[in-house]
Each structure stands twice: as structure tokens, then as C-alpha cells.
């Protein structure tokens, strides 16, 4: 018992300063989104239907998780065959994280006993501001058809646009930053029916935005020779879509159509396009990604059940109605300001590598996600001459509760290997792509200082470093969550950080100006964030089988940084190493 509790309490240190002590807004910083291949609604009935069978989905899966039928995962590769923690997988349905003055919260609703197969159960159903509590199962009536699921959302979708009065977007002010949220929660929970809103709205499965369009403005500069994109909705291209999952396109959209508090968001708009935005703190992306693709293949593998019109001999969803004062009214303008300007900042750029995929990679005797990373490297570079702090993510569940640990990828190897493969240039080396249009350049003799030899053999090098570091990590021998630890032990013995802590090599350590991470799907979908500093980059890649799709985000604010350019330094990163490593 002391040793779990010792494992509890050093969860709770990286929960604390990964999540929880953050005082910035959730969207764009924290929350990722998720595009999944848009549908084709031909009327509003399209949609309802759609979202009854997603949430039909979300009950099953619900059902498997309170009778504790979960398989067990376990390790595929490095030390094949361990167990896996799988407590993040039962923290996704019914969860919720509650704002704090100084550090947040999480409501993780108990595990039900699997006697207990009449459990009420529902889902908050938002619509043009308005929420709606949508009872899926209850003990009076069991648990609802698909049919009559369909006629719940029906009823929404026909009575958000009827109302008298617009309703008071409170679902803006989840997106303010933590402690001015926590205070204007404290305000609004003055009034008991406010507190009911609040407790409906944790205590369901999850929520469910409904949507409408954002407009073709909110995509992303381009540059000469991308790929064009792979899914559309109307004239919304990949990046438009992951816009809307992100952060919802701004007050005058979506962004009031959140709950960003909520641990699963799934969005629906009336176009087609549709996808998730999940709050981070109670789970990684392998848990949230696996739910849905299999719901999706589901929807996807067994045709629609067409029994004629939705059943609407149910009572409509209830209301719920917000009882606003005067403080909290003024708070929505100052939101959406807020909002608005962080939503303007984002540069964000979803980019499909079409030159190859991990096929080819493997076919180099080279693990994917190290390849990928040490492009990162290289394109980063290209562009600045130097290397950063690198966040990678990686899985240490073969621990109790284990989460993640961090993989450096910025080693010397790369550094030696990127300076060898620019041929000695600094920051700026000119891209190949560049020069396409440049006749005079493209006749010049290009010499090469370094042999191809001698550049494969310094990318085994990159590659060696890579994987033992990737290795250590997954097997609990990182260097991140140790010196966390220690920091945090240092803190609560002596009240005081010990020197190491404060010393200005540290700090830089902390800073990744570059924060990765491999979000692999076996639909065709993909997922993105914004970076983790103001003047950084995030990037987010799911390796395909003969391409690669990129998520890469910047902010505009910074003057050093571009997330169109950062990609084209990517294209040209990977296709140089696949001209050193074919053959």
C-alpha cells in the first residue's frame, strides 16, 4: 500500500506540472484536435443519425469498461510481452477538469459495479451556444436505440436555432486563461441552478458540438509545391477542419460551442467535417485515438440501420439554462477579445509528405519515428543553423500509472550529421524548392564537401543515439520525470529548489522550442496542437505507409517562426535523405 501510494504521489508531481499548475488556456496550448474523414450529409437527418451512432458507440464502449472487459495491452516491441497500465483508458468517458485559482482540478467519476447495467447515463449536447443534456440510458427506460438517439439530436438541431433570446455563451469562458476561468466559475456557481449545469455537464459521457462551417479565411498560408489536400469539406481544405477542432474559429463561430474543460468534445458540423478536441490532462493521444477509430470503423464496416424516421415519442432534451448576473455578463466580451486574439496568433499548417512513407523508411533498416525525428532536426536546421530543446513523447506505461517521459532528440549526432548534410552552410541554407523558379541558380555546380559515405555514416550515428535514448525512455531510464522528482522532494523538504534547479542550463533544458510527437492512426485522420512557447514550434506526424502527414503550428506573433515554411524545410529535409539512402 505505501509503495502505491509513493507511485500516486509521483504521478501527481508530473500531473501537477504538466497540466494542472498551467495558467494558460486549455485551447490551442493544451487541448488537441483530431480531423477525422469528412462525411457526406446530404439533410439535417444526416447528421442526427451520424451523431446517434457515434454516441450509440460511446454506450457500448462505456458498457465494456464498467464490466471490466478491457483487454490488456501489452508491449509490442523492447522487451515484447509486459503489461500495460490501462488507467488512462477508464478516465476518458465522464471525466472533467475543474479550474483552480492556483492549480486545477480533475472530476473522475468512480467505477460502476457491473450489476449495475441500468446506470443513468447522458451526454451534453451543444448547439449555437445552447447545451442540452441528452439522457442515453436511464432506469426507467433502459437504454435508447439508435433511432432514438437520432430523435434527441433532431430535436436539437431544430430548437438551438428557434430561440427567443441568444443564449449567454458561457461555454466561451473555458477557454480564458485557468485562474480568470476559476473565478468566474466561483461567480456563476452563486446560483444553485448554475451548480446543476455544472454538475450535468461533468458528470456526462462527454460533449457533443454541433456545429456550423468556419469560413475558408481560417486556412493557412501555403507555399509552391505542396501537396494539395487530401479531404475537403465544401471549399474547406485539412487545415480549415483541424482549425475548427482546435479552438472552434473564434467568438463569431464555434468557440462558445465548447466545453473545453471536458475530457472528450466530439464535433460535428453540418458540412461533413467532424473530429474531436480532448483536454490533455487525463490521457494521451493512443487512448482518445483508439476509442474513436474503432466506433468510426464501425459506423464505416455496418451500414446504416434505416427503420424509417427517428422515434420521437421520447420527452425533448431538457435546457439547460444559465442564470448569468451582471459580473459574469460583462466577462463574455472580455472573452472573446481574449479568444479572439490567441485564435488570430495560431499559424497552422496541416501538410501531407507525399515522397514516401515508413515503407520506404523500414525498407532503409530504420525505425520511423526516429527517422522522422531526425528530419525534424534537419529541417530545423535548414532554417536556423542550430538545434533546440526537443520534446518527444514517450510512453512509460509498462509502469503503474506511468504516463510519459521525454526524448531528447536534439543529441550531437544529429547536430554532426545536420551540419554535414547542409554542406557546411549556416542558418537559411537556401531550399530546393526555392530555387525552382530561379534558372540562373539552378545552373550553378553544386559541390558537396562531404561524401555520401560519409553522410550515411554519420546518419547511423544520428540513428543509434536516437534509439538508445528512445529506448531508455520507454523503459523507465529517462532523465525528465527523475529530475522532476527530485526537484519536487527538494521543494517539499527544504521549501527551497536546490542550485541545480535554478541554474540557467536547466531552464533552457525546459524550454522546447521544438514539441513532437507521433500521433499514429489507422484511418486516414490526424491530429495537431499549438507549440508549448511563444516562440516555438509544435509538431505532430502520423506515418503513413507511402506518405507522412505533418501538423505544424507556430504563432504569427513571433517573428522568427512559420509554420508554412518550417513544412517546406521538411519536404526538402526528406527528400535529400531519401537521395542519401535509396539504393
Known amino acids: 500500500m505505501f ?24 485551447p490551442i496550448n493544451s487541448n488537441p484536435g483530431m480531423v477525422f474523414p469528412p462525411r457526406h450529409f446530404r439533410t439535417v437527418h444526416d447528421v442526427a ?4 451512432r457515434l454516441l450509440d458507440g460511446i454506450l457500448e464502449h462505456k458498457e465494456m469498461l464498467d464490466s471490466g472487459e478491457l483487454p490488456l495491452e501489452r508491449a509490442a516491441s523492447r522487451e515484447k510481452n509486459q503489461p ?3 488507467a488512462q483508458y477508464y478516465r476518458l468517458l465522464g471525466s472533467c477538469r475543474r479550474p483552480g485559482v492556483e492549480r486545477d482540478s480533475q472530476f473522475l467519476p468512480p467505477r460502476k459495479p457491473s450489476t449495475d447495467i441500468d446506470a443513468d447515463r447522458h451526454v451534453v449536447v451543444i448547439c449555437r451556444n445552447q447545451m442540452y443534456c441528452v439522457v442515453l440510458q436511464a432506469s426507467d427506460r433502459g437504454k435508447l436505440s439508435e433511432s432514438e438517439i437520432a430523435s434527441q439530436i433532431l430535436y436539437v438541431l431544430s430548437d438551438a436555432p428557434c430561440l427567443p433570446a441568444k443564449p449567454a455563451p458561457v461555454g466561451l469562458l473555458t477557454a480564458e486563461p485557468r485562474t480568470r476561468w476559476a473565478q468566474d466559475r466561483e461567480e456563476l456557481q452563486l ?32 507555399f509552391s509545391g505542396a501537396t494539395p489536400t487530401m479531404h475537403t469539406a465544401g471549399d474547406r481544405d485539412e487545415t480549415n477542419m483541424a ?7 473564434g467568438s463569431e463561430f464555434n468557440s462558445g460551442n465548447r466545453w473545453f474543460d ?13 473530429g474531436l478536441c480532448y483536454e490533455h490532462s487525463t490521457s494521451e493521444g493512443i487512448a482518445v485515438v483508439q476509442l474513436l477509430e474503432k466506433i468510426y470503423k464501425s459506423i464505416v464496416d455496418r451500414p446504416a440501420d434505416d427503420n424509417g424516421s427517428p422515434q420521437h415519442h421520447l420527452p425533448p432534451p431538457e435546457r439547460l439554462e444559465w442564470q448569468v448576473n451582471a459580473q459574469v455578463q460583462q466577462r463574455f466580451s472580455q472573452a472573446a477579445i481574449t479568444v479572439d486574439k490567441a485564435i488570430d496568433n495560431l499559424d497552422f499548417y496541416v501538410y501531407r509528405y507525399k515522397g514516401y512513407g515508413k515503407n520506404f523508411i523500414k525498407s532503409c533498416q530504420v525505425s520511423p519515428d526516429v527517422y522522422i525525428q531526425l528530419a525534424l532536426q534537419l529541417a530545423h536546421f535548414k532554417l536556423y543553423g542550430h538545434l533546440v530543446a526537443t520534446y518527444e513523447s514517450a510512453s512509460t506505461r509498462r509502469f503503474l500509472h506511468g504516463r510519459v517521459d521525454c526524448i531528447r532528440a536534439a543529441s550531437s549526432e544529429a547536430l554532426e550529421w545536420a551540419k554535414a548534410m547542409c554542406q557546411g552552410e549556416g542558418a537559411n541554407v537556401p531550399l530546393e524548392s526555392d530555387r525552382e523558379d530561379d534558372e540562373e541558380d539552378a545552373r550553378k555546380v553544386k559541390f558537396s564537401i562531404y561524401s555520401k559515405d560519409h553522410l550515411r555514416e554519420l546518419f547511423r550515428c544520428a540513428v543509434a543515439r536516437q534509439t538508445e535514448v528512445m529506448v531508455k525512455n520507454i523503459l523507465g531510464n529517462g532523465i525528465d520525470i527523475p529530475l522532476l522528482g527530485l526537484r519536487e522532494a527538494c521543494l517539499e523538504v527544504t521549501g527551497d529548489l ?86
Open 84 to 86: 500495460l497500465c490501462m
Open 243 to 249: 482549425h475548427e477542432m482546435i479552438h472552434g474559429g
Open 3 to 26: 509503495r502505491v501510494s509513493m507511485i500516486l504521489q509521483a504521478y501527481y508531481y508530473w500531473l501537477n506540472d504538466m497540466y494542472m499548475n498551467v495558467r494558460i488556456p486549455l
Open 49 to 52: 443519425h451520424f451523431a446517434a
Open 498 to 583: 536546490h542550485e541545480l534547479f535554478t541554474d540557467e542550463s536547466y531552464k533552457i533544458s525546459q524550454c522546447f522550442l521544438l514539441s513532437t510527437s507521433q500521433v499514429a492512426c489507422s484511418t486516414d485522420s490526424f491530429m495537431g496542437y499549438g507549440p508549448v512557447t511563444p516562440r516555438g514550434y509544435g509538431c505532430s506526424y502520423n506515418p503513413q505507409p507511402e506518405q507522412i502527414v505533418f501538423c505544424v503550428s507556430a504563432f504569427y506573433a513571433c517573428e522568427d517562426t512559420s509554420a508554412s515554411r518550417y513544412a517546406k524545410s521538411l519536404q526538402d529535409s526528406l527528400d535529400i535523405m531519401r537521395d542519401l539512402l535509396q539504393n
Open 262 to 274: 471536458k475530457t472528450m468534445q466530439i464535433i460535428i458540423c453540418t458540412d461533413g467535417s467532424w
Open 191 to 222: 446560483d444553485e441552478r448554475n451548480q446543476r449545469n455544472f454538475e450535468l455537464i461533468e458528470t456526462a459521457l462527454l460533449v457533443l458540438c454541433l456545429d456550423e462551417p468556419l469560413g475558408v479565411n481560417f486556412n493557412a498560408r501555403g
